[in-house]
């Protein structure tokens, strides 16, 4: 028997065999290959997941690939969650996209190092799809209310006043860049009355 918290692999292929039973496009195109080859949708999908763990391990631009799983999915989702008239899946991709963030920065330092590791793609897929999982325990979730929220709560104050004060400068910039705009259109029209007088 499996212990509190684990999945047996009985358990895990119930779960599955769950999921495939939902309505929705993939499960139709499963439908369908499932009725022309009479092989269970389970077993395409496994060998699906078998034939990306193998190409996430030795295949080219497997973080490209990776990337995708990790963004396109959930940017669909996003968008149907915006849509919706529910709350809660608003939040719950919210969740999935400051952790998505989060570790986007956190990546950028270790990419270079870490992607020289055999697994490392076929690790960062699983992790960014445990993220996104439909389950209570998924990866946002935990790492959202574990790390990044109360970091954000501790240091609320001092993250607000550096932000404002970027977004000072920015505007100063902006507010500089346009009288140098507005300068250099004057300067040119000026020019060419002056040439067309001439």
Known sequence: MAASGTLSPKT?????????????????YLDKIEKKTNVKK?????????????????GYAA???CNMIGFVY???I???AIESTRKDDDTEWLIYWVVFATFSVAEFFSDILLSWFPFYF??????LLWCMAPVSWNGSRMIYYKFIRPFILRNE???DKVLSHMKGGMQELASQAQEGATEIAT??????IKNKDE
């Open 187 to 192: 300067d040119a029209v000026a020019d060419a």
């Open 157 to 159: 104050g001092q993250i």
């Open 12 to 28: 895990w292929m119930e779960n599955l065999d769950k999921a495939l039973e939902e309505d929705n496009f993939i499960n139709r």
């Open 42 to 58: 389970r077993y395409v999908v496994l060998v699906l997941c078998s034939f990306l763990s193998v190409y996430l391990v030795i």
């Open 63 to 65: 973080d490209l690939l």
């Open 122 to 127: 076929l690790g960062k897929c699983v992790f």
């Open 78 to 80: 996003s968008v149907k």
């Open 74 to 76: 959930p940017a669909y």
